[in-house]
């Protein structure tokens, strides 16, 4: 066992567990996701030096002009994503550090993430071995059309945002599936869509702030 995983002083579970409390107090209600946001270290996802924060309820960067979500988001993504039921085989855009991918490793059967920039990518496979997460399957990509090939989903998350919502990407979803994701340019929000055997609605939820979704790998 390393120092990053000793669980001393700022990272320790005590700490941990008053992020949970946090969640709760700010509205998270689904047990399973408050289980897998305690069972998922944040700080070893982020830089060291940072990792003071790790349990603060904020973004962080991660480098190369990216973030980690703040906890509520990932908790309430997670908990929209699932709406009480069991998930099956869940498609994230955007791996980033790998957080929210092993968040959604407790909750779902198997997981897909796509990254397009490769240092993120490399990094988020390292450290999801180093915590034995075997059930997340990542790829080096452009996840703007989503990976058709491991489709249909029943969950797909995107954590960057988009102006619109390509029907190549909704596609993906089988019936009965939820999408969560971030929409806007100026103004962000996220948006839950439902796919039923009639087609898919649309529904509005809180305002957020997510990097943009970007074109091509680097
Ligand atoms: N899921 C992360 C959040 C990462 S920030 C977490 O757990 O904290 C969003 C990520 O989306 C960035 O790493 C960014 O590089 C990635 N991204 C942006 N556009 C993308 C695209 N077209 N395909 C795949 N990933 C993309």
């Known amino acids: ?124 496979r390292k450290t999801l071995r180093e915590l034995k997460i075997f059930n997340v399957n990542l790829r080096y990509a452009d996840g703007t059309t989503g990976m058709p090939d491991a489709a249909p989903y029943d969950g797909i998350i995107m954590t960057c945002a988009a102006p619109a919502l390509s029907a190549e990407l909704r596609e993906q979803l089988s019936p009965g599936g939820r999408m969560v994701l971030p929409m806007g340019t100026q103004e962000q929000f996220l948006y839950l869509i439902e796919r039923d055997e009639n087609g898919f609605r649309e529904s509005r939820l809180e305002a957020v702030r997510f990097v943009p979704l970007m074109m091509g790998k680097t």
């Open 1 to 124: 066992m390393n120092l990053r995983h000793a669980g001393i002083g700022m990272t320790s579970p005590r700490t941990r567990a008053r992020l949970i409390e946090r969640l709760r107090a700010e509205g998270i209600v689904d047990e399973t996701v408050l289980a897998a946001m305690n069972e998922v270290p944040r700080h070893i996802f982020i830089d060291e030096a940072l990792a003071s924060r790790a349990y603060d309820d904020v973004s962080l960067p991660i480098g190369h002009g990216q973030t980690i979500s703040q906890p509520y988001i990932v908790a309430r993504m997670t908990e929209v994503l699932r709406n009480g039921k069991q998930l099956n085989r869940v498609l994230e855009i955007g791996t980033g550090c790998g957080y929210q991918a092993a968040v959604l490793s407790k909750v779902a059967k198997e997981v897909y993430s796509v990254e397009r920039i490769q240092p993120l990518y490399e990094r988020a």
